[in-house]
């Protein structure tokens, strides 16, 4: 090879590596141009995420507020809990109750709240302006179902047993609600004030819980004298089976409960003048009889007022807090419960017991 060609490639050599390192430094410049925008997406990315997590965040609280919501009526202020399985049927069927709550409060009196509908209809939706009512002034309002009778179905007395397990259920309840089971009361209306009294006679031996007031409105007393329109909850007519009418009618436990130790409940009774479902007679003679063996009652009969009208029935005219009679009733209900309830120290012994003590007490005082 000449010299001259040696030259030649040697000045090629230079050129390609001038060339080659400015392809490299456009590189070099090229990399880190891209780390950069790179590195902008990354601080951008994780700007939007932080603001999507904060929005996250944010909605969850309001998703939280909302479904706290469900259980707080925020603008009374009360605790609400809806279809709550406190026991079942001999078939199984759950039976559900509403929960009407203050939002604070210890040792809260409560109260039981058991719908009317003759046995075979209704349900506990037909206290539900009875429940906030109660809530607001300090009482935990607990609105139940029962099993209702059908032609195919007997319900006596299972019926009556669904009742005493919503109260023992209410005794379980007692630590998570805030509420004292010996301040314990129970409002009935038709079919529901037979069981609200027939709780209170037979629960004078139950030391869990104590009835104070018993409130029945225009509910049966005495099945014996109006038997045919309940064969099918007893199953048998009255001449088969005349004991399970006898056992359902509260005026046959008066005798019992005033010979009771313990029995201390007083009574509500309410009915209206021209009530042609139940005999407003029974009503009287109920109240009367208890009056007579010292048995604490009140009775109030209204005038111009039928059947139904305590609690609200779609479709009709009376049975809201705002309508006659319960703008009286309503009131007056709310005072006994809170005499009863409250103004009273907790006890179980019957005023004669008491009485009967105090005589023996002022005895051995004198000797």
């Given at each position: 090879?000449?010299?001259?060609?040696?030259?030649e490639?040697?000045?090629?050599a230079?050129?390609?590596?001038?060339v080659?390192?400015k392809?490299?430094v456009?590189?070099?410049l090229?990399?880190?141009?891209?780390?950069?925008?790179?590195?902008?997406?990354?601080?951008?990315?994780?700007?939007?995420?932080?603001?999507?997590?904060s929005?996250e965040?944010?909605?969850?609280?309001?998703?939280?507020?909302?479904?706290d919501?469900d259980?707080?009526d925020?603008?009374?202020?009360?605790?609400?809990?809806?279809n709550?399985?406190?026991?079942?049927?001999?078939?199984?069927?759950n039976l559900?109750?509403?929960?009407?709550r203050?939002?604070?409060?210890?040792?809260?009196?409560?109260?039981?709240?058991?719908?009317?509908?003759?046995?075979?209809s209704?349900?506990?939706?037909?206290?539900e302006?009875?429940?906030?009512?109660?809530?607001?002034?300090?009482?935990?309002?607990?609105?139940?179902?029962?099993?209702?009778?059908?032609?195919?179905?007997?319900?006596?007395?299972?019926?009556?047993?669904?009742?005493?397990?919503?109260?023992?259920?209410?005794?379980?309840n007692?630590?998570?609600?805030d509420?004292?089971?010996?301040?314990?009361?129970?409002?009935?209306?038709?079919?529901?004030?037979?069981?609200?009294?027939?709780?209170?006679f037979?629960s004078?031996?139950?030391?869990?819980?104590?009835?104070?007031?018993?409130?029945?409105?225009?509910?049966?007393?005495?099945?014996?004298?109006?038997?045919?329109?309940y064969?099918?909850?007893?199953g048998?007519?009255?001449?088969?089976?005349?004991?399970?009418?006898?056992?359902?009618?509260?005026?046959?436990?008066?005798?019992e409960?005033?010979?009771?130790?313990?029995?201390?409940?007083?009574?509500l009774?309410?009915?209206?003048?021209?009530?042609?479902?139940?005999?407003?007679?029974?009503?009287?003679?109920?109240?009367?009889?208890l009056?007579?063996?010292?048995?604490?009652?009140?009775?109030?009969?209204y005038?111009?007022v039928?059947?139904?009208?305590?609690?609200?029935?779609?479709?009709?005219?009376?049975?809201?807090?705002?309508?006659?009679p319960?703008?009286?009733?309503?009131p007056?209900?709310?005072?006994?419960?809170?005499?009863?309830?409250i103004?009273?120290?907790?006890?179980?012994?019957?005023?004669?017991?008491?009485?009967?003590?105090?005589?023996?007490?002022?005895?051995?005082?004198?000797?």
């Amino acid at each position: 090879m000449t010299f001259c060609a040696l030259s030649e490639v040697k000045g090629m050599a230079i050129i390609i590596n001038k060339v080659a390192n400015k392809i490299y430094v456009v590189f070099m410049l090229i990399s880190l141009l891209l780390m950069v925008a790179c590195s902008s997406d990354n601080e951008q990315s994780s700007g939007s995420n932080e603001v999507d997590s904060s929005e996250e965040e944010q909605s969850s609280d309001t998703n939280k507020g909302e479904s706290d919501g469900d259980s707080l009526d925020e603008e009374e202020e009360i605790l609400i809990e809806k279809n709550v399985v406190f026991g079942k049927t001999d078939k199984e069927n759950n039976l559900t109750a509403d929960v009407y709550r203050p939002n604070e409060g210890e040792d809260l009196p409560v109260v039981l709240l058991i719908h009317g509908g003759a046995f075979t209809s209704g349900s506990k939706e037909m206290y539900e302006e009875w429940g906030p009512y109660l809530a607001q002034s300090g009482f935990v309002a607990v609105a139940i179902n029962y099993r209702l009778y059908t032609p195919e179905y007997s319900t006596w007395p299972g019926v009556l047993e669904d009742v005493k397990t919503a109260a023992n259920w209410v005794v379980s309840n007692a630590n998570d609600w805030d509420v004292e089971p010996q301040r314990m009361g129970v409002i009935g209306d038709s079919a529901g004030g037979s069981l609200a009294n027939l709780l209170a006679f037979q629960s004078a031996s139950n030391s869990s819980y104590n009835i104070r007031g018993a409130v029945s409105a225009y509910g049966v007393k005495d099945f014996e004298k109006e038997p045919e329109n309940y064969i099918e909850m007893f199953g048998k007519d009255y001449q088969k089976a005349p004991h399970k009418y006898q056992e359902a009618s509260p005026i046959d436990y008066i005798d019992e409960a005033s010979n009771s130790s313990t029995f201390d409940t007083s009574f509500l009774v309410m009915w209206g003048e021209n009530d042609t479902e139940v005999r407003t007679q029974t009503n009287e003679e109920f109240s009367n009889n208890l009056d007579e063996v010292g048995i604490d009652v009140e009775a109030i009969e209204y005038p111009d007022v039928g059947h139904f009208w305590l609690t609200d029935i779609p479709g009709l005219e009376k049975g809201t807090l705002d309508e006659y009679p319960n703008t009286e009733a309503a009131p007056k209900i709310l005072g006994f419960l809170e005499d009863k309830l409250i103004n009273t120290e907790i006890k179980n012994f019957s005023p004669d017991t008491i009485e009967n003590l105090k005589e023996r007490e002022q005895d051995e005082l004198s000797k």
